[in-house]
């Protein structure tokens, strides 16, 4: 990195004073020395070369400097009122380094060790300053790219807003996985998924900024594509990426098609992996819930170095989550939480055999024949459950970089990781009248006492041994770049190259096929030793069924699928130096991307043999992308001293695809300077995203799924269209078929941002920003059986999609992709940061994060009417967007003394109103507030010692009730199940 990533290369020391007398040249503004100004700095950077890029920024000073000089060097933290000169000396002072002002303007880092080879036969004033080429004046003086534009900039200076977590941010928060980290970010709302989803989870962590589906938000590493989940996955599996080897995560909370193509509708999360990295680091983490379960642990090694022309990074490290159970939380200790003021949710498949005779009775089995069914003939299937997914992951990402020449720097990456996640289900249920090929037991069945066909048994099979969920990954990721300076143009090209490889394995499943042949007429089913077929005794009490029947019955299925990405990119930047109004930059570029992916299941899955896993048929689809792209910063004005500008920003991509077409997509920008106090900022952009190969492509699969039937209700009754008859009230999973279609069209947006950031020059050290945003979507892709059902139900529409019996049961519901939809959300984000004066007890700073919903209106594709989800809790098992709070921020205050650091966090989110399943009625869900501390001294043991404390959830704040909740009765994407969390790390370095 070149003062703030290796951007151009380690520059030698001796091309310095050529680049600042072309840049002085080409109209730096000079301004006489004049008694000079007392500023307030905060630079808390532990490298030298982020500490001088923070310094320029604080002091609006350009700077220029090599990172061979910088680059292994670290640096003090420097808070509170100093010149600029004294402020330069403290950051300087242990480094043997020197600095100089040129033409009162720009300062100038060098060495006055210089090289024998540089130093013959010249002056002692032409070796006393460094020398930089032409062309590299953008990499020191404006600081490094940022997501969300291809030109290098000052964070503070974009028309978006950016979120930025540091590698402090990341330490403090104690999260040991980036989808713990980002689930309490405000702007992180709705279905991300994580360990905390057992059940319809599998072992990945997805995040989705605005409430939109994760396939909305765009996934980078270093600011470049990777591979999605194995498992045909719509986004990046955030627990393939190691937090350890994490530099810092910057989060774009604006469209971005026109920088990066598809899938920026919501934002874009950028994972900065770290480089400059100097010794060696051992470290430990154990974390455990106050209830003795939930047990961490990580360890990591790391080790880096800096050489002359180059430097190497090593990270590598173990990660162990163990589970919490259900059962061991009493939120969710049980599917009936009336007694918590919610409904009973529990299973009418039951261990004793629940028979629902010809005439409608229903009678459950019991050691003296049956009785009639009642109310409290219910299941409760959360007694058996994992809550948190235990997951284990192994990881080593590596970087080498070097230089090839004085103006062309080479960067490698690679990336090797193995997780797995196992989940604990309940006993797979059985639903013989509901299944994807319908069961019956035969009149003449030996275990059949009525004498007449039962089309309708339900039983849970707790003879079988445990019903386990296996997911194992396997991710590799490797990347080269080579970038340098070519008359006056930055210019990069990159290879980038990404797999992920899943399993997922679902043990003790029922042998469909065989249940059939083993319920049908005696005839057909004579005994093992005769026909090979061993009646079963699904009609009776529990324990009915015999071993030798579980041996028949019993089997597991298996899915095995990866998606690799392959890309080549090509970008070049440069400065447009004669503008009318000052500086402005330029920069364009060409990608190339290949994308495939596939899953496979084994045979009885595809054959649709298996009940109590999904049924599906294989998945495989590939396309090419070619997309060419041009952005452009812009000053359209500004006054003598340049304090007061505006400044536009534009850019375009157009993006072929091989499968569906082309999208051309702009973006345009406002950044209005008021003053060193006031910024204005605003910006507009289309956006797309292409439909993703598991949505053209997926096979047709079948599950069952949880829906909410508006005809279980008697009030609908003869009201509603589709309601002809009241359904059976005790069912609340359904026979679902989804599947790929090849149609589909790309998602579209538009996006409309606007703010303003203060920072008060009375008050030095405060930072506060608010922005209002919009984003409308059309062409929805969606695959919702609950929006059928309930467009069914209120107008009788999609009567070939929803099939009911004639009972008026839902028997069966075809939901395949269609695009289907449109969304419109409206909110706020605020931030602020403040940093107290210095004191002799020490440093003090607070810093809060908040997002506002005003709207986050849905509209169904057939013109049926919108709906407000702000505010609103519709969990993803009934295929809703999951919690979309009204409010959500976190607070934070810091405090650091010496070799102490202290800190305290708070994050709320408001209150969320759902519906009461089975009913009209709806309820609120509670307001959710927890306090996390972390203390931390450092030891004087070799290169420090470290050792941390920390609690997350101090006062032990119980997740609120969700009664229509299918995961232990909360949103476990927005609240949490574990409680207090007490934990420590202990880092040594050396």
């Known amino acids: 990195m070149l003062a703030a990533s290796r951007a151009t290369g380690f520059i030698a020391q001796g091309i310095v004073s050529a680049w600042l007398a072309i840049s002085i040249a080409f109209g730096w503004t000079q301004h006489a020395a004049a008694a000079e100004p007392v500023r307030h700095y905060d630079i808390r950077e532990s490298s030298l070369s982020a500490a001088l890029i923070q310094f320029s920024r604080q002091s609006n000073t350009p700077i220029v400097f090599s990172d061979r000089l910088t680059g292994h060097l670290s640096a003090p933290t420097l808070v509170g009122e100093l010149t600029r000169d004294d402020a330069l000396d403290r950051l300087l002072a242990e480094s043997e380094l020197n600095w100089e002002l040129i033409d009162e303007r720009i300062v100038a880092i060098y060495s006055s060790d210089c090289p024998q080879e540089r130093c013959e036969g010249t002056t002692p004033a032409a070796v006393a300053l460094p020398i930089y080429e032409p062309g590299m004046e953008q990499t020191y003086v404006y600081g490094s790219r940022l997501t969300g534009s291809r030109i290098r900039r000052d964070p503070n200076r974009f028309s978006a807003p950016v979120e930025v977590y540091a590698r402090s941010d990341i330490e403090r928060?104690?999260?040991?996985?980036?989808?713990?980290?980002?689930?309490?970010?405000?702007?992180?709302?709705?279905?991300?998924?994580?360990?905390?989803?057992?059940?319809?989870?599998?072992?990945?962590?997805?995040?989705?900024?605005?409430?939109?589906?994760?396939?909305?938000?765009?996934?980078?590493?270093?600011?470049?594509?990777?591979?999605?989940?194995?498992?045909?996955?719509?986004?990046?599996?955030?627990?393939?990426?190691?937090?350890?080897?994490?530099?810092?995560?910057?989060?774009?909370?604006?469209?971005?098609?026109?920088?990066?193509?598809?899938?920026?509708?919501?934002?874009?999360?950028?994972?900065?992996?770290?480089?400059?990295?100097?010794?060696?680091?051992?470290?430990?983490?154990?974390?455990?819930?106050?209830?003795?379960?939930?047990?961490?642990?990580?360890?990591?090694?790391?080790?880096?170095?800096?050489?002359?022309?180059?430097?190497?990074?090593?990270?590598?490290?173990?990660?162990?989550?163990?589970?919490?159970?259900?059962?061991?939380?009493?939120?969710?200790?049980?599917?009936?939480?009336?007694?918590?003021?919610?409904?009973?949710?529990?299973?009418?498949?039951?261990?004793?055999?629940?028979?629902?005779?010809?005439?409608?009775?229903?009678?459950?089995?019991?050691?003296?024949?049956?009785?009639?069914?009642?109310?409290?003939?219910?299941?409760?299937?959360?007694?058996?459950?994992?809550?948190?997914?235990?997951?284990?992951?192994?990881?080593?990402?590596?970087?080498?970089?070097?230089?090839?020449?004085?103006?062309?720097?080479?960067?490698?990456?690679?990336?090797?990781?193995?997780?797995?996640?196992?989940?604990?289900l309940a006993p797979t249920p059985i639903f013989t009248g509901f299944e994807q090929m319908p069961l019956s037991v035969a009149a003449d069945n030996i275990?059949?006492?009525?004498?007449?066909?039962?089309?309708?048994?339900?039983?849970?099979?707790?003879?079988?041994?445990?019903?386990?969920?296996?997911?194992?990954?396997?991710?590799?990721?490797?990347?080269?770049?080579?970038?340098?300076?070519?008359?006056?143009?930055?210019?990069?090209?990159?290879?980038?190259?990404?797999?992920?490889?899943?399993?997922?394995?679902?043990?003790?499943?029922?042998?469909?096929?065989?249940?059939?042949?083993?319920?049908?007429?005696?005839?057909?089913?004579?005994?093992?030793?005769?026909?090979?077929?061993?009646?079963?005794?699904?009609?009776?009490?529990v324990g009915s069924i015999t071993d030798e029947q579980v041996d028949y019955l019993r089997l597991d299925g298996r899915t095995r699928g990866d998606t690799t990405l392959s890309s080549a990119a090509l970008n070049l930047s440069n400065a447009l130096l004669n503008l009318p109004a000052g500086r402005g930059d330029l920069a364009l570029g060409v990608e190339f991307r290949h994308e495939s992916t596939s899953k496979l299941p084994d045979e009885r899955l595809a054959s649709i043999g298996t009940i109590g896993a999904t049924n599906f048929q294989p998945t495989r689809g590939d396309r090419k992308i070619l997309e060419l792209y041009g952005e452009s910063r812009i000053p359209l004005w500004s006054n003598a001293s340049g304090g007061r500008n505006l400044q536009l920003e534009a850019a375009l991509r157009h993006s072929a695809y091989s499968d569906f077409g082309s999208s051309t997509n702009p973006k345009i920008g406002l950044k209005l300077q008021l003053g060193p106090s006031l910024t204005l900022r605003g910006g507009y952009a289309m956006g797309f995203r292409a439909p993703s190969l598991n949505e053209l492509y997926e096979g047709n699969s079948e599950q069952q799924a949880f829906i909410a039937d508006p005809c279980t209700i008697a009030a609908n009754v003869g009201q509603l269209p589709g309601c002809t008859q009241l359904a059976d009230a005790s069912r609340n999973q359904f026979l679902t078929v989804k599947g790929g279609n090849p149609d589909l069209n790309p998602e579209t947006s538009t996006s409309v941002s606007g703010g303003a950031i203060w920072t008060p020059v009375v008050l030095p050290g405060l930072r506060v920003s608010l922005d209002f945003f919009e984003i409308r979507q059309e062409d929805v892709v969606s695959s919702s059986a609950q929006t059928l059902v309930d467009r069914n139900a209120a107008t009788g529409a999609f009567g070939e999609q929803v099939n009911r019996d004639a009972r008026g049961n839902l028997t069966r519901v075809t939901a395949r992709n269609i695009n289907f939809g449109k969304r419109r959300v409206r909110g706020a984000d605020l931030s602020l940061a403040y940093y107290f004066p210095d004191q002799p007890w020490g440093q003090v700073s607070v810093t809060g994060t908040g997002a506002w919903i005003h709207e986050y209106l849905s509209q169904p594709g057939d013109g049926g009417p919108d709906v407000d989800l702000a505010g609103t809790f519709v969990d993803e098992a009934s295929e809703g967007l999951g919690g979309i709070p009204e409010w959500k921020g976190q607070l934070g205050l810091r405090w650091k003394r010496e070799r102490w650091l202290a800190s305290y966090d708070i994050h709320h989110v408001s209150a969320l109103d759902e519906t009461v399943p089975r009913t009209t009625e709806t309820r609120e869900i509670d307001s959710w507030t927890v306090h996390d501390m972390q203390v931390s001294y450092v030891f004087d043991v070799l290169s420090g010692l470290r050792l941390t404390l920390g609690v997350d959830n101090l006062f032990d704040q119980a997740a609120p009730l969700a009664a229509s909740a299918f995961n232990d009765n909360i949103d476990a994407r927005t609240h949490e199940l574990k409680g207090r969390f007490w934990y420590t790390r202990i880092s040594q370095r050396f």
């Open 447 to 541: 275990y059949n006492d009525f004498d007449q066909e039962i089309t309708d048994v339900r039983r849970r099979l707790v003879e079988f041994p445990g019903r386990m969920q296996q997911n194992e990954s396997r991710v590799a990721r490797l990347s080269a770049i080579v970038e340098g300076l070519y008359a006056d143009w930055h210019w990069d090209i990159g290879v980038n190259w990404s797999r992920s490889e899943a399993t997922e394995t679902v043990t003790n499943l029922v042998d469909a096929d065989r249940l059939r042949r083993a319920l049908g007429p005696a005839s057909g089913c004579r005994g093992a030793e005769v026909d090979g077929c061993v009646p079963v005794d699904l009609m009776g009490p």
């Open 173 to 424: 928060s104690g999260a040991q996985t980036l989808g713990e980290l980002l689930r309490f970010v405000p702007a992180v709302i709705g279905n991300s998924t994580s360990t905390a989803i057992s059940n319809g989870g599998d072992g990945t962590a997805t995040v989705t900024l605005r409430g939109l589906p994760a396939s909305n938000t765009l996934i980078l590493i270093n600011g470049r594509r990777i591979a999605n989940d194995g498992l045909a996955g719509e986004s990046v599996d955030l627990n393939s990426i190691s937090p350890a080897a994490v530099e810092r995560v910057e989060i774009l909370k604006d469209g971005a098609s026109a920088i990066y193509g598809s899938d920026a509708i919501a934002g874009v999360v950028n994972i900065i992996m770290k480089r400059d990295f100097h010794g060696f680091l051992a470290e430990t983490y154990v974390g455990e819930s106050s209830r003795g379960d939930l047990t961490t642990t990580t360890q990591t090694l790391q080790y880096g170095n800096s050489f002359r022309d180059g430097g190497v990074f090593i990270s590598a490290t173990h990660y162990e989550q163990e589970p919490l159970f259900s059962r061991d939380r009493s939120v969710s200790a049980s599917a009936d939480t009336r007694r918590l003021g919610g409904t009973d949710l529990r299973s009418s498949a039951t261990p004793d055999a629940r028979v629902v005779l010809p005439d409608g009775r229903a009678l459950i089995a019991d050691g003296n024949g049956y009785r009639p069914a009642g109310s409290e003939d219910l299941f409760n299937y959360q007694a058996f459950t994992s809550a948190v997914v235990p997951l284990r992951r192994s990881s080593v990402y590596a970087s080498l970089t070097r230089d090839l020449s004085e103006q062309v720097t080479t960067l490698l990456e690679a990336t090797y990781l193995q997780t797995s996640a196992r989940a604990t």
